[in-house]
Nanobody
Framework: QVQLVESGGGLVQSGGSLRLSCTAA????????IGWFRQAPGKEREGVSC????????HYSDSVKGRFTISRDNAKNTVDLEMNDLKPEDTAVYFC???????????????????WGKGTQVTVSS
């Protein structure tokens, strides 16, 4: 059973930075697409960034493009999300997710992912 765990959330002022990390027990993340999603109160869960398995194709949502960077650390078996120039509208619970099958692509469709972490809170004050 894949267990994803997010870490690195916290409270930061507008313009600040945070680095989120997603790790997995019982799984090698290198071969799987990993998606980062977020959900603010009263809103639907939305895709923020994703990275495909093996070939590391990367996508960002328009709202974070140029500010967030997704990357793999194979030695640590993590997929990290570096978040810079944070804005109050970035406030949300951030989740990482993985599909059951290996894929050389990634998409922002919530239904594409089978395993989810419990999330980490990111709060950006103005």
């Amino acid at each position: 059973q894949v267990q994803l765990v997010e870490s690195g959330g916290g409270l930061v002022q507008s313009g600040g930075s945070l680095r989120l990390s997603c790790t997995a027990a019982g799984d090698d993340l290198h071969y799987y697409a990993i998606g980062w999603f977020r959900q603010a109160p009263g809103k639907e869960r939305e895709g923020v960034s994703c990275i495909s398995g093996s070939h590391d194709l990367i996508h960002y949502s328009d709202s974070v493009k140029g500010r967030f960077t997704i990357s793999r650390d194979n030695a640590k078996n993590t997929v990290d999300l570096e978040m810079n120039d944070l804005k109050p509208e970035d406030t949300a619970v951030y989740f990482c997710a993985q599909p059951h099958v290996m894929a050389r692509f990634c998409i922002f469709d919530v239904g594409h992912y089978d395993y989810w972490g419990k999330g980490t809170q990111v709060t950006v004050s103005s």
